[in-house]
Structures are given as C-alpha cells and as structure tokens.
C-alpha cells in the first residue's frame, strides 16, 4: 500500500517510469542482505524509499511479535546499510506513529520519542522502527559531513486506502472492518463484533496523503529540513489533524459499506492505546498539507475493497 502510494505520486510528479525503480517481495528479498547488496550493485539508485515493513493491526501485533521485530530490523538495516556502501546519499525511512510511549501527552510532538513505556501490543513493532529512525540519525551524524549523507524519517499516523491488505485477522482496524462488515451485508447479518470497547481514538490518515508527506520531506532543501528537525531528533510527524473514536469510526465504516446491522463492542479485546493523536506542525510549517477527507477516503477504500478479491486471503 505505501509503497505503491509513493510511487503513484512519483509518476503524478513528472517523474518518467523508467526512472523509478521498483522491486516486488518476489523479486527482492530484503531479509537477504546478499541480495540486497546485489540489487544495489546492479540498480544503482540515488535515492531510497524506504517504505517496506511487515505489519499488521492488534491481532497480528500479538501473535507474531518475534516475525514483526525480526523482520523489520532485517530490512531496514540490510537497506539502509546497502544504500550508504553504495553511495546513496538522499533516503526517506517511514516509521510508525506507535514509536511514541503509550501515554505520551496529546498531540505527540516528536520529543516524546524514548521518553516513557510503549504499548505492549505492538512494542517489537515499535521498537524496530525506532532503531530504524536512530539508524538514519546515527548514519547522518557519523558520515553526512564526509559523506554528504542526508537520510530523513517521516513518521505518519494510521494509514488507509487503495492497496491496503484485507486479510480476516492481521489487518489493521479501516481494512478490517471494511471486509467485516462487507461479509457481514453480504450474508444478512443482524450483528457484527468489533474489537475493543470503541472507546480508543485514532488518527487516520489516506495513504495518498503520507506519500505526498514523504516526496515532500524528501526535496526539501538541506537548510529548510534543518529548521525543523535536529541531529538527535530528525523524525517528522505526519498526522491528519484530528483523531475520532473507534466506535465511531466503525459507524463510519459501516454506512460506507452499506451494512445496517447492530455494531456490538467486545470489551475483552484489547484497545491498545488510549489515544494517539499526532502533533504535525513541523511538517505542516514547511508546507506539506494533508488533503483527503476521511469520508472521502474511505468511499474510495471500500471501492479498492470491491477491487482486489485477493487481497483478502
């Protein structure tokens, strides 16, 4: 999803195709570091997206916490240490809004990063994207004055929309109520279990928009980057604005999809955090603006639903 987003708004930019390089899971393997070196070799790019990451939503988070901090520290190293042997000098990493302590005063501003305990639900999640932004950091202070390094680190809010991944139990919360309540119309039924009490709020953000937020951060001019972040605190956040409650939310999602059963909350699941709502006005003061309304977005995400039968499995 985030990366197929990046590259829409690439090409949308007046970047020619055969400029871009792409790879898929089947045709790169990025937990294969010899891989990765030779794709370096054999591609030589001057910039890096680094948009790949296994991830899931709550469920997904629980069952497969070795897979979730493996992997992702896996990637992001063999990528990230690939581009500087070759020469790379401009990369964006993305992280995660859960890189933030579970009760991080609301709006999170990127101070908050390392300064109380991460939600257990996703903590190897989010501790492997920390170590991938304090990768950057650490290759932009050792070797940005010699080397001309200059890796940057956007860190968005929940993300939905066009590509997003369907799957009945390791989706996130958007996708999964999407192909819940969709089962749910499809066969008549008068009820449908949501996860949690409703009551946690997040911010959702359309995908499109992070990919805007990424192409931004990324040609920003070395001093204008430099007015909003800092050798030890390089993130940027990249938030929507405003956060809404899960059971609202799932309303949403419900008369997007056209189901008009009973939305039963099952407080035994977990909620995760409280509230996570991201502070983005550094981002926003150099110019970047979020664009899709939620409404909107999520019309456009049932629709890539209807679409993708195999994303679902």
């Known amino acids: 999803m985030v990366g197929s987003a990046i590259l829409r708004h690439l090409l949308m930019s007046g970047h020619p195709p055969a400029c871009i390089l792409t790879r898929s899971h089947a045709e790169l393997d990025l937990l294969d570091q010899a891989a990765v070196r030779a794709f370096f070799d054999q591609a030589a790019p001057d910039q890096v997206y680094l948009a790949a990451a296994k991830v899931g939503g709550i469920h997904a988070n629980n069952t497969f916490p070795a897979d979730s901090i493996y992997q992702n520290l ?9 581009a500087f042997r070759h ?3 401009k990369l964006l990493f993305l992280g995660s809004s859960c890189i933030y302590p579970r009760l991080a005063t609301q709006p999170i501003r990127e101070e908050a990063l390392l300064s109380g305990t991460l939600e257990g639900t996703n903590e190897p999640y989010a501790i492997a994207k920390i170590a991938g932004l304090k990768l950057c950091e650490s290759f932009n202070r050792q ?17 939905y929309g066009p590509g997003d991944n369907y799957h009945a139990e390791n989706s996130h919360v958007i996708p999964a109520l999407i192909r819940r309540f969709h089962e749910a119309k499809t066969r008549g039924a008068l009820g449908v279990e949501v996860w949690g009490t409703g009551a946690a709020r997040r911010e959702f953000m359309h995908v499109d928009d992070m990919a805007a937020a990424c192409v931004h951060v990324m040609n920003l001019e070395p001093a204008v980057h430099a ?28 008369t997007t999809v056209g189901y008009q059963g009973n939305l039963q909350f099952d407080a035994s699941r977990p909620d995760g955090v409280p509230r996570k709502l991201l502070d983005s006005a550094r981002l926003r003061s150099v110019g970047w603006e979020p664009r899709v309304q939620l409404a909107d977005g999520l019309v456009g995400a049932y629709r890539d639903f209807l679409d993708n039968e195999s994303r679902r499995i």
């Open 87 to 89: 020469g790379v000098r």
């Open 74 to 82: 896996m990637m992001e190293a063999n990528v990230i240490d690939a």
């Open 143 to 159: 070797y940005s004055a010699t080397h001309g390094i200059d890796y940057r680190c956007v860190m968005p809010s929940n993300l």
């Open 227 to 254: 007015t909003v972040s800092a050798p030890m605190r390089s993130h940027l956040n990249a938030g929507w604005g405003a956060d809404i409650a899960i059971a609202d939310l799932a309303a949403m999602v419900a």
